[in-house]
């Protein structure tokens, strides 16, 4: 009951194409879903996060879609580049500390020149 | 340093030994969280210190994993008795009050 599902383990786009990152949760005490990106070497870094409240959060070319009766949430990521090549890892975490976070099992975007 | 700094940035170990792993939060971030990620993986929650306040160690995996915090700087995770499923990245991250997680690169550790 605690997992975060995400699909797919890998993803290539053309650029400028959009890429798309599902992730679905059971726990319904769940109320914080960020995403973040990490690149090869580094630490993951906050991309972009959003609440059960609203559906839907834009930051620049990211989306996050999310369906609460479903239990989903997904990453939309408009014209896609290059530079977008990363793994993507959706998460999840309940009221009261949203740094105690459950983690999916992460997304290898690579997007083609 | 403007960033959460990890030491060493590699650790190679052989099976039974302790390794320490140390974090530098940023200044003034009074949460503080462990992390590991194994190759391939997520990340899995291990530990949390928030102020003064008891740690919440809910995610160690076993007695042989154990972190201190002192005040609300460095923090140092200690495995014992390595074994080669310690294997993975360990990564530190600091917050404000538990806010978004800002993540050091990490200590990539290799039991042989």
């Known amino acids: 009951q605690q997992q975060v599902k995400q699909s797919p383990q890998s993803l290539i786009v053309q650029k400028g194409g959009i890429s798309i990152i599902n992730c679905a949760y059971e726990n319904t005490a769940f109320d914080y879903f960020p995403w973040y990106q990490q690149f090869p070497g580094k630490g993951p870094a906050l991309l972009i996060a959003i609440r059960p409240d609203v559906s839907e959060k834009k930051e620049g070319r990211f989306t996050i879609s999310f369906n609460k009766s479903a239990k989903q949430f997904s990453l939309h990521i408009m014209d896609s580049q290059p530079g977008d090549s990363a793994t993507y890892f959706c998460?999840?975490?309940?009221?009261?500390?949203?740094?105690?976070?459950?983690f999916g099992q992460g997304t290898t975007l690579q997007v083609k020149p | 340093g403007a960033g959460v700094s990890q030491s060493p940035s590699n650790k190679v170990t052989e099976k039974g030994k302790d390794v320490e792993l140390r974090c530098d939060p940023i200044s003034g971030h009074t949460a503080l969280y462990w992390y590991r990620q194994r190759l391939g993986q997520g990340l899995e929650f291990l530990i949390y210190?928030?102020?003064?306040?008891?740690?919440?160690k809910s995610g160690l995996p076993s007695d042989r994993f154990s972190a201190e915090r002192t005040g609300e700087s460095v923090s140092t995770l200690t495995i014992q008795r390595t074994q080669q499923e310690d294997s993975a990245v360990y990564l530190c991250?600091?917050?404000?009050?538990?806010?978004?997680?800002?993540f050091g690169e990490g200590s990539r550790l290799t039991v042989l």
């Open positions: 998460a999840a975490s309940v009221t009261g500390n949203t740094g105690k976070l459950i």
């Open positions: 210190f928030q102020g003064n306040s008891a740690p919440d």
């Open positions: 991250a600091s917050s404000r009050n538990t806010g978004e997680l800002f």
